[in-house]
C-alpha cells in the first residue's frame, strides 16, 4: 500500500470521491482493526483538517475511546449517552447542526461546536461508532453521512483478526 495521501480540494462530493478509493486502499491487505481505525482518522483529518475525528469502540458496556485525531477526548461514553451513546442506542446515524441544542451532548471540547456520529459494524454487529466534530456550526449533512457511512462498511467488509 501507498502511505501517502493525494488532498483533494474541489467540494465536498469531490473530495470524499477521492479519498474513498484511497482509504480502500490504505485498507488493502490490512487485517489489524487498529491500525485500519487509525489511518481511516488520519485520512479523514488529513483531507478535511476536521477538529477532531475518531473512534469510540464498544467494550464492556460502554463505549471506549479508540484511534482519534485532535485534541485529547473522553475515554468512555455510556450507552445511550452524550451523541455517541445515543447513535449506539439507536443504531442510527446522528448529524447534530449544534451542538448546544442536543440534550446531553459532551462536550470533551468547548470548541467543537457542530458533530456527525456514525455507527460501525463488523460482521453485521455494531462495535463502535465513528465521531466527527467541526469547530464551526452546522458542519455536516447528507453528504458526509453518505461517504462516512461507505468508510465504516468498509471495515464491515474487511476481514479483520482483530476483536
Ligand atoms: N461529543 C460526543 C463525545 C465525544 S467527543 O466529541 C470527541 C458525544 O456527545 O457523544
Redesign the pocket.
Known amino acids: 500500500m501507498a502511505e501517502d495521501l493525494t488532498i483533494q480540494s474541489g467540494s465536498k462530493v469531490e473530495q470524499y470521491q477521492s479519498l474513498l478509493p484511497q482509504i480502500k486502499g490504505l485498507l488493502q491487505g490490512e487485517s489489524n482493526l487498529i491500525a485500519n481505525l487509525a489511518n481511516i482518522a488520519a485520512a479523514l483529518k488529513q483531507q478535511f483538517n476536521f477538529f ?1 475525528v ?1 473512534y ?1 469502540l464498544i467494550d464492556d458496556n460502554q ?1 471506549v ?1 479508540g484511534p ?1 485525531q ?1 485534541p485529547v ?2 475515554t468512555r ?1 455510556a450507552y445511550n ?7 449506539w442506542a439507536n443504531n442510527e446515524t446522528i448529524i ?1 447542526p449544534d ?1 448546544d441544542a ?1 440534550p ?6 468547548a470548541l ?1 461546536k457542530s ?1 456527525i ?1 456514525v455507527p460501525l459494524y463488523r460482521n453485521h454487529t455494531l462495535i463502535g461508532v465513528l ?1 466527527v ?1 467541526s469547530s464551526e456550526l452546522d458542519s455536516f449533512d447528507e453528504v458526509d453521512k453518505k461517504y462516512l457511512i461507505e468508510i465504516n462498511a468498509m471495515i464491515e467488509d474487511n476481514s479483520l483478526t482483530l476483536r
Request: charge should be negative; charged fraction near 15%.
Open positions: 477532531w475518531g469510540y463505549l475511546l482519534f485532535g477526548a473522553c461514553i449517552r452524550g451523541v455517541c451513546g445515543t447513535a447534530v451542538v442536543f446531553g451532548h459532551i462536550a470533551c471540547s467543537s458533530e456520529v465521531d466534530d
